[in-house]
């Protein structure tokens, strides 16, 4: 087991442009979530999904923003017309279910840097 | 609205010394608290956390501690070791809804 994996490492894109982000979580943990991370801040929670199913969602996902898991394994964080604004670390994590809350401890991947010129 | 706090933005302590560092939350419903410690270009590493039934853990050179009332918790390491140095971060939970401070840049001096 490697981990949480994410890629691509890095994105520059231009305003205006869609991008793409994909998560491999550690392959027993059935619940993946998405953060954001800016500079000097914190992770701040985007979205949640157990299985397939996307169970919650922050305010901080704009119409923008969407996110899949389509077979209840990877999962792709796409923005569309991306804004300066989007720039951040994008961080993926994943937990098990079969620990019992409150250890249901996350643990997170490298992260994807998002640069929008 | 910031829920969890981490006033110290950085900490320097010499090898071999204790490092503490501080978080305050505001939110009574957190019950779950996690230390994730971060290196340059990684993403945040689980450290060690702490329910809210209890006001100490402990996991080798580091220890947790929690004062409810006071809604602070604290992580000291010790001693401490160059290879601490990294960004850590303090985190709060209840449900699947987590709060991460702003983080607290440890510089472990040889």
């Known amino acids: 087991d490697t981990g949480v994996s994410q890629d691509p490492r890095h994105k520059i894109t231009k305003r205006g442009q869609n991008v793409t982000f994909r998560c491999d979580p550690i392959?027993?943990?059935?619940?993946l979530y998405w953060y954001r991370q800016t500079l000097g801040q914190g992770p701040e929670f985007l979205t949640y999904?157990?299985?397939?199913?996307?169970?919650?969602k922050s305010r901080l996902l704009s119409d923008r923003f969407s996110a899949e898991r389509p077979k209840g394994s990877f999962s792709t964080l796409e923005i569309q017309r991306t804004e300066q604004g989007d720039s951040a670390m994008y961080l993926c994590?994943?937990?098990?279910?079969?620990?019992?809350?409150?250890?249901?401890?996350?643990?997170f991947g490298p992260g994807t840097r998002l640069t929008v010129l | 609205d910031q829920q969890v706090k981490q006033n110290s933005p950085s900490l320097s302590v010499q090898e071999g010394r204790i490092s503490i560092l501080n978080c305050d939350y505001t939110n009574s419903m957190f019950d779950y608290f996690l230390w994730y410690k971060k290196y340059p270009a990684e993403g945040p590493t689980f450290l060690i956390s702490?329910?809210?039934?209890?006001d100490k853990n402990e996991d080798g050179r580091f220890t947790v501690f929690l004062n409810k009332s006071a809604k602070h918790l604290s992580l000291h390491i010790v001693p401490s070791q160059p290879g601490d140095s990294a960004v850590y971060f303090c985190?709060?939970?209840?449900?699947?809804?987590?709060?991460f401070g702003a983080g607290t840049r440890l510089t472990v001096k040889p």
């Open positions: 392959s027993e943990h059935n619940r």
């Open positions: 985190a709060a939970r209840r449900d699947n809804d987590m709060r």
């Open positions: 702490i329910s809210s039934i209890k």
């Open positions: 994590a994943s937990s098990s279910l079969l620990t019992r809350a409150p250890t249901d401890t996350q643990y």
């Open positions: 999904f157990q299985n397939e199913a996307q169970l919650e």
